[in-house]
């Protein structure tokens, strides 16, 4: 079975400060995508990445897929209160074929 | 990106009966899923909604329980029969679209927030 464990589980900080979460696996995933959660919302989609040491950029957040694909990682650069939400990174062992393995979810909390 | 809607929205229903989710998506995809989440935590797969043929059921859960159907490649509906109140959570149903670049993108649509009192 396929885990992915996300840390940290609650992250609460100040307007303006920077944040890592991690998504972790003892497993390879071909491709990972990130997700981001409101109350009352299905989740949105943030990025996918799908190379080994890949790095996306959208704004504020930066992405980053493990060398070995096991691992990804999502910064949030001078934390804004509209970043509020659960975040969830998903992995896909062979995307076209088989489901997404979700990971845990970090609920952050941006105080303005 | 895919829009795919959901009805109803929300719904309180009486324990024993049933409660049918439509979901539609805009436009074709390859796969539909449906997933169950309690607030504030992770998704759990329920089953694959597969066009024309029965839906594959996670560990877990059953066809008697969630019977689903996808008649067409851009309309799916699930079913939470005989509810009992461990039924209450957000049902989201959820499209797999291919892209020309070939990665596949998942989609998710608003949710269904079910109360089983």
């Known amino acids: 079975t396929q885990l992915l464990e996300q840390s940290p589980q609650f992250l609460s900080i100040q307007e303006g400060e920077n944040l890592t979460v991690y998504c972790n696996s003892s497993?390879?995933?071909?491709?990972l995508q990130w997700y981001r959660q409101e109350p009352g919302e299905g989740p949105v989609l943030l990025v996918t990445?799908?190379?080994?040491?890949e790095v996306k950029k959208l704004k504020r957040l930066t992405f980053q897929f493990g060398d070995a694909r096991k691992d990804s990682s999502l910064h949030i650069t001078a934390a804004q209160p509209g970043d509020t939400g659960l975040y969830l990174c998903?992995?896909?062992?062979?995307?076209?074929?088989?489901?997404?393995?979700f990971g845990t979810g970090t609920r952050l909390t941006i105080i303005p | 990106s895919a829009v795919i809607s959901q009805k109803p929205s929300r719904d309180i229903c009486q324990r024993g009966t049933s409660l049918t989710i439509q979901c539609q998506v805009d436009?074709?995809?390859?796969?539909m899923f449906w997933y169950r989440q309690q607030p504030g935590q992770s998704l759990t797969l329920i089953a694959t909604?597969?066009?024309?043929?029965?839906?594959?059921?996670e560990s877990g859960f059953v066809i008697d329980k969630f019977p689903i159907s996808r008649p067409n490649l851009t309309f799916s509906t699930l079913t939470v029969s005989n509810m009992s109140p461990e039924d209450s959570s957000i049902y989201l149903c959820?499209?797999?679209?291919?892209?020309?670049?070939?990665?596949?993108?998942?989609?998710f649509g608003p949710g269904t927030r079910l109360t089983v009192l």
């Open positions: 959820s499209a797999r679209r291919s892209s020309t670049s070939g990665t596949d993108t998942q989609y």
């Open positions: 497993s390879v995933f071909s491709s």
């Open positions: 990445v799908v190379t080994g040491g």
């Open positions: 998903a992995g896909a062992s062979n995307f076209g074929n088989e489901k997404l393995t």
């Open positions: 436009s074709q995809v390859t796969m």
């Open positions: 909604a597969n066009q024309g043929s029965e839906a594959t059921y």
